[in-house]
T-cell receptor
Framework: AQSVTQLGSHVSVSEGALVLLRCNYS??????LFWYVQYPNQGLQLLLK??????LVKGINGFEAEFKKSETSFHLTKPSAHMSDAAEYFC???????????FGTGTRLQVFP | DADVTQTPRNRITKTGKRIMLECSQT?????MYWYRQDPGLGLRLIYY???????NKGEISDGYSVSRQAQAKFSLSLESAIPNQTALYFC???????????????FGPGTRLTVL
């Protein structure tokens, strides 16, 4: 069965610092990988996704993630944090023959001035 | 206007009551999903529907039922609510045309349910 592990339920950074949110997955075949963001009192919004092709994926709001098959990882990064990035971030994996998503437990990002 | 809407947005009820949460979408998507979100547990799939005649149980369907009244409407019912069903519930949709190709799911704003 597929699963997703997000290391660190809370991450705090200063404004302007690098953001790194970690995600590892387990899957018998290369999966589709997603990062979603949830702002306070809102639903989830897609940040970026990896399906095939280039392993470095760029998303909205300056975020990007790199699919590393050898490490079964899909870590999310942003070079310079902004106060508006404060939110909860979810990594998810889906099987190639369905849209069912398996979510990680989420990482809450705090950004300090 | 929101593409995926959920009603109500907040609901407080008592143990044993029957509750229905409703989801409507204007995206024209065939696939719809119900998730619940609990702190520290992420989102877990309750039920999903690939079209009006296709309903499937998800990871945590016990204590819940669903109805797909039309392509655009997917309702979640708690027949007899219990306190551990207190959670944030999300509806989502996806396009069957992108199935198996990493199709994005589009989420509603959520319903916060409290069972006393």
């Amino acid at each position: 069965a597929q699963s997703v592990t997000q290391l660190g339920s809370h991450v705090s950074v200063s404004e302007g610092a690098l953001v790194l949110l970690r995600c590892n997955y387990s899957s018998s075949v290369p999966p589709y990988l997603f990062w979603y963001v949830q702002y306070p009192n809102q639903g989830l919004q897609l940040l970026l996704k990896y399906t095939t092709g280039a392993t470095l994926v760029k998303g909205i709001n300056g975020f990007e993630a790199e699919f590393k098959k050898s490490e079964t990882s899909f870590h999310l990064t942003k070079p310079s944090a902004h106060m508006s990035d404060a939110a909860e971030y979810f990594c998810a994996v889906s099987e190639r023959n369905t849209d069912k998503l398996i979510f990680g437990t989420g990482t809450r990002l705090q950004v300090f001035p | 206007d929101a593409d995926v809407t959920q009603t109500p947005r907040n609901r407080i009820t008592k143990t044993g009551k029957r509750i229905m949460l409703e989801c409507s979408q204007t995206k024209g998507h065939d696939r719809m999903y119900w998730y619940r979100q609990d702190p520290g547990l992420g989102l877990r799939l309750i039920y999903y529907s690939f079209d009006v005649k296709d309903i499937n149980k998800g990871e945590i369907s016990d204590g819940y039922s669903v109805s797909r009244q039309a392509q655009a409407k997917f309702s979640l019912s708690l027949e007899s609510a219990i306190p551990n069903q207190t959670a944030l519930y999300f509806c989502a949709t996806s396009d069957v045309g992108l199935a198996g190709a990493g199709g994005e799911q589009f989420f509603g704003p959520g319903t916060r349910l409290t069972v006393l």
